[in-house]
């Protein structure tokens, strides 16, 4: 695989982002190598739990590719493409811990709040800039954001699309931890470590038991988040944006 990589170390299984160069801005080729290194993974009998983590220090994800998405019309947008991605953590049969350092923007966010616990370092920063670029978060941060945070704090984040740091996604709930940079991986490991001690099937059953109990109404909304963003794909506003992102990168 190109830009994912993956490691098993004892009961622990760690699933390395590594587009670096892109700041792992997350293309179609690398959300199809998330899926294939997590068929292999679910299929081991060994693994208790997940750490999904960058191996940039810097970049967590800086979200999904611009480039691509400004091609993407109402088509694409109702294959979910990104959504399955962040669904499949959720319902990844363990326990998976975002080990996130430095920006974790768009679906960098969404793929963290859809994993269960969440470790950040001191300068992480989390943000969906989605309404910026004249779309909107649907790879789970409509639906997730608020049964985190709240439902203010939700709004705020999605609809500012402001950058927050470490210390305010911890205030509001959005992080279970904030460590010094140099020391997340070793408390998701520490973490992974103390859940993988438990009962291997108790662990597994709580973990769909509580999303059971939170995700009653997912299915509807996994659609309503495809059917906005389908409206939005094909809107000009959506490619005015988009351009305009691109453009001044290019500069
Ligand atoms: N999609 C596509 N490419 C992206 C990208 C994205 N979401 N985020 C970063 N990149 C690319 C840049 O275009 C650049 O490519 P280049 O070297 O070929 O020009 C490369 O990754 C490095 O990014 P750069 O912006 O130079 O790094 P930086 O350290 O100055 O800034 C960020 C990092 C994360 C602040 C900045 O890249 C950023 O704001 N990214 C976009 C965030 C965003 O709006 N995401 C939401 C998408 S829905």
């Known amino acids: 695989m190109a830009h994912v990589k993956t490691e098993v170390e004892g009961r622990i299984a760690v699933l390395w982002l590594d587009r670096p160069e ?13 899926h ?3 068929d292999e993974l679910e299929a081991r009998e060994d ?6 983590a960058a191996t940039d ?6 979200g999904a590719d611009v480039g691509e998405l400004r091609e993407r019309r109402k088509a694409d947008a109702l294959l979910g493409i990104n959504q399955r991605v962040t669904r499949r953590f959720e319902e990844f049969p363990h326990p998976v811990i975002a080990a996130v350092r430095g920006y974790a923007l768009g679906i960098g966010t969404e793929l963290a709040i859809a994993c269960d616990l969440r470790v950040a370092g001191e300068g992480a920063v989390f943000g969906l800039p989605e309404v ?3 779309i909107v978060p649907a790879a789970g941060g409509l639906r997730r954001l608020a049964a985190l ?3 203010g704090f939700a709004k705020e984040m999605i609809l500012t699309g402001e950058r927050i740091d470490a210390r305010s996604a911890l205030r509001y709930g959005l992080v279970n931890r904030v460590v010094p940079t140099g020391e997340v991986l070793a408390e998701a490991r520490r973490l992974a ?6 009962g291997t099937l108790a662990v597994r059953l709580a973990k769909a038991a509580v999303n059971a109990a939170v995700q009653a109404p997912g299915a509807t909304m996994d659609l309503v988040e495809c059917l906005v963003q389908a409206v939005l794909f094909d809107d000009e506003e959506k490619e005015a944006r988009m351009r305009s992102f691109l453009d001044r990168r290019r500069k």
């Not at 693994?47 to 999904?52: F, Q, T």
């Open 193 to 198: 470590e103390r859940i993988a001690r438990n």
């Open 57 to 62: 220090p810097s970049c967590f994800t800086a």
């Open 132 to 134: 910026g670029l004249g």
């Open 47 to 52: 693994v208790a739990v997940l750490i999904l």
């Open 36 to 38: 294939a290194a997590l």
């Open 22 to 34: 892109k700041k792992n801005a997350l293309s179609l080729a690398m959300t199809r190598e998330i």
């Open 149 to 151: 945070t709240g439902v």
